[in-house]
């Protein structure tokens, strides 16, 4: 069997046996997901997935970096160059070179999240090895052929009570409009995600800015009026059940500018003459402005900041964005969102979530920083840091300063559809573990371990989001 019903539980038997009590307990509570990047047309439409390649390999930023690390070009993945035609690829091939290769991920979590999909969706129970490559494939293939394995069928099938879908401030989300004229009961939202019209240094910035304007029928190239305008664009999608918005920026960097010195520095960035200074100091005062519409419009403002994106540059004027090359950095949080605390972090009504890819900020920073103000909540675990190692080191070193309700539960943050249902049984299977300690040190009931585990799971997600 590919899945031991023990994985990621302490070898302690003592501790082992609270923490399958208390994963007992939550393992099939409903999911909610609130912040990801799967694809609403997916939902919209229905179709059945087009082969195994198609849905494991290709949208899979985990796979097809560690491919790329090994010499695999991304062509022979069939993705294809920017501005060219669309590549021609074989997804058996594909297929085949994935399980060539499937040993580069041994002790990741991708093969965690891959080989629980492989078992608990297809009912695939062999390793993945090129000799069975094929065999496996097929199994998949003609599997996703029938009704059941649609977007729809599965996400009933996973247990899904509500999922979040991100789209830029230009999206017209027809696909979430189709989703709901279609009558099925799926709870799919979009959130707001306005990088495309907030960086200047974002590719087609201008031309992005008059599209804003077009859309909003606002003077965008006034300060005034393209405050406006985000203002319209976040009513959009909050028809469109938007609870979030959400601001990738490169740095937590916030700032609190008057009026004045907003129009001038804004006339700077619509003119094209914003230094690399300007650019983070405006993205710094767009995250204020945003936390302080949030105020209005109740939508709750995440931070993900400390990705140093596209490092890769020959890849980036090849590819374009998301290719895998996004490397963590050092990321100061006690002085960059000051300015923003300052203005908006004493106010129990609004929720700003602050994530990181920075973890030595865990404990000195961002643990301290929500374990005080009210409006600040931490984010779990992301992207780099959602290791089963890198979620229990989250709770130990948060904890002790944030307890567990300063924080908001889980959330999967995945493009790859199928890894949901594993991504979330990690981490519930980390967090019991990390519960089952406190147990068995008597710092903890166990009636109240199995509450907070409930909560972890469920609860703390479900309301910081508003879903």
């Not at 069997?1 to 609270?18: C, E, K, N, S, Y």
């Not at 029938?146 to 999922?163: D, K, M, S, V, Y």
């Not at 401030?169 to 939202?189: E, F, N, P, T």
Request: charged residues 25%; contains cysteine.
């Amino acid at each position: 069997m590919l899945l031991h019903d023990d994985r990621l539980f302490p070898a302690d038997p003592v501790t082992r046996g609270i923490a399958r009590r208390l994963y007992a307990g939550i393992r099939d509570l409903p999911i909610i997901s609130p912040h990801g990047h799967t694809d609403p047309r997916w939902f919209a439409e229905d179709k059945a997935f087009p082969d195994p390649a198609t849905l494991f390999v290709k949208p899979d930023h985990y796979i097809f970096r560690m491919l790329y690390s090994q010499g695999v070009r991304l062509e022979q993945l069939g993705i294809t160059r920017k501005g060219g035609k669309p590549a021609k690829s074989d997804p058996r091939a594909i297929w085949k070179l994935f399980a060539s290769h499937w040993h580069l991920f041994r002790g990741t979590p991708t093969r965690l999240w891959f080989e629980h999909a492989a078992s608990s969706i297809f009912g695939v129970n062999e390793r993945l090895t090129p000799a069975n490559a094929d065999a496996i494939y097929d199994v998949i293939a003609g599997k996703l052929e029938q009704p059941e394995f649609r977007p729809r069928a599965l996400f009933e099938r996973f247990n899904i009570e509500a999922i979040s879908t991100t789209e830029g401030a230009l999206d017209d989300l027809k696909w979430h409009d189709m989703i709901r004229a279609s009558g099925w009961g799926g709870k799919v939202v979009t959130a707001y995600r306005p990088d495309s019209v907030v960086d200047p240094e974002f590719e087609g910035f201008a031309e992005n800015l008059a599209s804003l304007g077009e859309l909003t029928g606002e003077d965008v190239f006034a300060w005034t009026g393209y405050l406006e305008a985000h203002r319209k664009r976040r009513a959009y999608f909050k028809e469109r059940g938007a609870t979030s918005s959400d601001h990738g920026h490169a740095t937590a960097r916030t700032a609190n500018l008057s009026q004045a010195e907003a129009e001038k520095l804004f006339a700077k960035v619509v003119k094209g003459k914003a230094s690399a200074e300007d650019a983070d100091l405006f993205r710094g005062q767009m995250l204020t402005e945003m936390a302080k519409m949030s105020l209005d419009d109740g939508l709750v403002l995440q931070i993900h900041p400390g990705s140093f994106r596209n490092h890769n540059a020959s890849l980036f004027e090849a590819f374009g964005r998301d290719m895998g090359a996004d490397i963590p950095r050092q990321t100061d949080y006690v002085t960059a969102l000051k300015p923003l605390l300052d203005a908006v972090g004493n106010e129990p009504n609004l929720t700003v979530i602050a994530f990181t890819l920075d973890e030595t900020s865990y404990s000195r920073e961002l643990a301290p920083l929500a374990g005080h103000y009210p409006a600040l909540k931490l984010g779990p675990g992301w992207w780099f840091l959602d290791a089963p190692e890198a979620m229990l080191r989250f709770r130990e070193l948060t904890t002790e300063t944030a307890g567990f309700y300063n924080t908001v539960g889980f959330n999967d943050d995945t493009r790859a559809y199928l890894s949901i249902p594993a991504r979330h049984d990690v981490a519930r299977r980390c967090d019991c573990t990390y519960l089952a300690k406190l147990v068995a040190e008597h710092r903890l009931d166990e009636d109240e371990a199995a509450e907070i585990a409930h909560d972890l799971a469920y609860r703390l997600a479900k309301e910081a989001y508003k879903l």
